[in-house]
């Protein structure tokens, strides 16, 4: 998994980090190396992802009033 970004001609560094920073985030590989950090038991897992269900659930349910 390798990212190659191309600095422009005369293009600060700043603009060529953020536009690295990004083309990481619309790949998700930031999210997945985060994930991937420490492992996680499957029950750990199960109750990550039913914790997250239950917010996204009570986010519809206010917003649909």
Do not use: G, Q, W
């Amino acid at each position: 998994m390798s990212i190659e970004i191309k600095m422009r001609k005369n293009e600060p560094i700043d603009r060529a980090l953020r536009r690295m920073k990004k083309k990481l985030e619309r790949e998700s590989i930031i999210k997945d190396v985060r994930f991937k950090r420490y492992a996680e038991k499957p029950s750990e897992r199960r109750r990550r992802k039913e914790k997250v269900m239950a917010f996204t659930c009570m986010l519809r349910r206010r917003h649909a009033e």
